[in-house]
């Protein structure tokens, strides 16, 4: 069984910057997409950033200009670079990955932006 594990989150003021980190325990073959989503306490888990065919990003309008999804194949990993961070951005950062075997979740990281 495929495990994620996210790191990088934390407490962050505004305007400040954060990278999130998301490896896999293993290899996975035949990766369709990767993406992070964010939730809320009480609201839905909605999609921040998602990668597909190595190189195609779609962004959620929000953080669009701000973060900035990428992947180190060689690592099994996925980044999200969060850059002009707002209070608003404050929620549980959750990876995914959508492969020929299955979908596969992270547990999740908490960002707190705040002063």
């Known amino acids: 069984q495929v495990q994620l594990v996210e790191s990088g989150g934390g407490l962050v003021q505004p305007g400040g910057s954060l990278r999130l980190s998301c490896t896999a325990s293993?290899?996975?073959?035949?990766?369709?997409?990767m993406a992070w989503y964010r939730q809320i306490p009480g609201k839905e888990r909605e999609l921040v950033a998602r990668?597909?065919?190595?190189?195609?990003?779609t962004y959620d309008g929000f953080v669009k200009g701000r973060f900035t999804i990428s992947t180190d194949n060689a690592k099994n990993t996925v980044y999200l670079q969060m850059n002009s961070l707002k209070p608003e951005d404050t929620a549980v950062y959750h990876c995914?990955?959508?492969?020929?075997?299955?979908?596969?979740w992270g547990q999740g990281t908490q960002v707190t932006v705040s002063s």
């Open positions: 293993r290899s996975i073959f035949s990766i369709y997409a």
């Open positions: 990668i597909s065919g190595g190189s195609i990003t």
């Open positions: 995914e990955v959508q492969a020929v075997a299955g979908r596969y």
